[in-house]
């Protein structure tokens, strides 16, 4: 089975790609997606970051306080280390699982910070999806109903395209849907021959 991570920085429209990647027919794990729903129904996620940031984690019915966890780790790295320190681990142990299961010649990980969190040796290849700074900008601002400096700031937190090109196996280019789909095609096809030889 071969792993494939698929990254790009905010606004870059990585998650467009997944869903291009899925219309072909490759599985396509969400991490954000799946550690939201571990935080909530892990017992042992959950005890650990009410262990980490305290019981106010969690609501009445068990259910995740974003706004408070991310008031406690947004001017906080090492607290949001320590958090990310227990939800990675229980994502790429999920995420192991779920690749046993699918039966497909390669699967594709959806995820925000390969290489902020040096973990591309984890994946056989990567992709890099890309698009202009502004572009990107204005997506995340209508998405979000958030202010272009809010943007910029967590543009910020992340590494630039360019260093991320050079550890990249793959990159898109992604502000024109159509060559995007094409592009996506041509390396689906590239990949599924890559994979024939796992």
């Not at 306080?65 to 999920?94: M, Q, S, T």
Request: hydrophobic share 40%; glycine share 4%.
């Amino acid at each position: 089975m071969m792993i494939v991570g698929l990254t790009g920085g905010i606004g870059s429209g990585k998650s467009t790609v997944a869903k291009m990647f899925k219309e072909l027919d490759v599985p396509v794990y969400n991490s954000d997606k799946e550690a939201k729903l571990l935080m909530e129904n892990s017992e042992e996620v959950k005890s650990a970051i009410i262990n980490l940031l305290g019981s106010e984690s969690y609501g009445d019915e068990g259910s995740l306080n974003r706004p408070y966890i991310a008031n406690k780790v947004f001017n906080d790295p090492e607290l949001l280390d320590k958090l990310n320190g227990i939800v990675h681990p229980a994502v790429r142990d999920h995420f192991l699982k779920w690749a046993q299961n699918q039966k497909s010649p390669y699967v594709v990980q959806e995820t925000a910070l390969i290489f902020e969190n040096e973990a591309e040796d984890k994946y056989d290849y990567t992709i890099l999806v890309t698009a202009p700074a502004e572009i990107r900008v204005q997506r995340v601002m209508d998405r979000d109903r958030v202010t272009k400096q809010a943007v910029v700031d967590r543009m910020k937190n992340q590494l630039d395209d360019d260093q991320k090109l050079e550890l990249a196996d793959f990159s898109l280019k992604n502000f024109e849907l159509d060559k995007t789909k094409r592009k996506v095609k041509e390396l689906h096809l590239k990949l599924l021959a890559l994979a024939s030889k796992f």
